[in-house]
């Protein structure tokens, strides 16, 4: 009896599951299904969590993450008030857990955007790693000096800013926030909550937080996404959710028209990682549900935060 090497063995395995992969009598992949099939299996990135988050701590955050099957989340601190509405952690919090798992998470680094000194918090946590800015979600008008000073700091240090766009609350007068895109071409803005996603539609009513009705598109969001390159949106969140289940006919036509801008987060506080009561894996199943094929989901769930943030994995 004749017995293969070892060395012989692997390559008639390698062989047989090359020819397999191909289809019998089909040949080899062409170029484009190659990569079609590659992006089936990719890494997934997570740009928006916080620590603590409404009373979850760092075990279950870790274990809700990689429940999730995230491979590298972007962990936003609040600034030194307000803790963003859902008792977040602030820089000091943040940026020590991240140093614990630096093969899962990176960090933004935040502060208000009208106090003295936020220039050098901003500055410290940039020069100790942090890839990004926010998430700014503070009591200001959009377009202000203060966001200004944001904007020129992130370009500094070549890092995008997420801001929170919530009616009459946070960020206002989001119809305005083209002069901050228009003053600052090189710096990237994303997009988040209740007022950003609402106005994906042409009709939103600006004092509607989640909106049910069916979309007309040409909102100003839509808008922003469609005419400025330094702005994308983080699907995160019920409202980042609530804009995908709407109107699900419209949300297919705005997944493939803006693929290119939309960033998966989640922005949830469960501990489950899974089921009904996690925002974020019931946007994982919508977005592969909607997403027109495989490339365009790799690009919402890895490529434009790994090229925006520069975010490794």
């Known amino acids: 009896m004749h017995h293969l090497s070892r060395r012989d063995f692997l390559a008639a395995a390698t062989g047989a599951a090359g020819y397999l992969a191909c289809g019998v009598g089909e040949g080899p992949l062409s170029p484009e299904k190659k990569e079609e099939a590659q992006a089936r299996d990719y890494p997934i990135i997570d740009i928006h969590q916080h620590l603590p988050f409404s009373g979850r701590q760092a075990d279950a955050l870790l274990d809700h993450q990689r429940t999730m099957g995230i491979s590298k989340t972007v962990m936003l601190p609040a600034g030194r008030k307000y803790a963003l509405a859902a008792e ?3 820089n000091e919090i943040v940026y020590p857990f991240v140093q614990e798992h630096l093969d899962e998470y990176s960090f933004f680094a935040n502060e208000l955007p009208d106090i003295a000194e936020t220039r050098e918090v901003l500055e410290k946590y940039l020069n100790l790693g942090a890839i990004g800015i926010g998430e700014q979600k503070f009591p200001i008008d959009c377009d202000s000096k203060h966001i200004e000073l944001v904007a020129s700091i992130a370009q500094e240090f070549d890092v995008p800013v997420l801001m929170h766009f919530q009616h009459e609350a946070y960020n206002f007068h989001i119809e305005r926030f083209h002069k901050i895109l228009e003053k600052f071409p090189k ?19 600006q004092a509607v937080m989640y909106p049910k009705t069916p979309v007309t598109p040409g909102g100003i969001s839509d808008r922003y996404l469609s005419d400025y390159a330094n702005m994308y949106g983080d699907l995160s969140a019920g409202s980042g959710q609530n804009s995908l289940k709407r109107d699900e006919e419209q949300a297919r036509g705005f997944i493939e028209r803006h693929q290119d801008k939309l960033l998966f987060g989640s922005d949830c506080s469960d501990s489950d990682g899974r089921g009904e009561n ?7 199943a919508i977005l592969r549900r909607l997403a027109p094929d495989d490339m365009a989901l790799k690009k919402i769930l890895h490529d434009n935060a790994a090229r925006i943030m520069r975010v490794g994995v």
Not at 187 to 205: C, E, L, S, Y
Not at 278 to 284: Q, S, Y
């Open 187 to 205: 710096v990237n803005f994303i997009g988040h909550a209740q007022t950003w996603w609402g106005n994906i539609d042409k009709n939103h009513d």
């Open 278 to 284: 996690c925002i974020g894996a019931n946007t994982l």
């Open 88 to 90: 977040a952690g602030g």
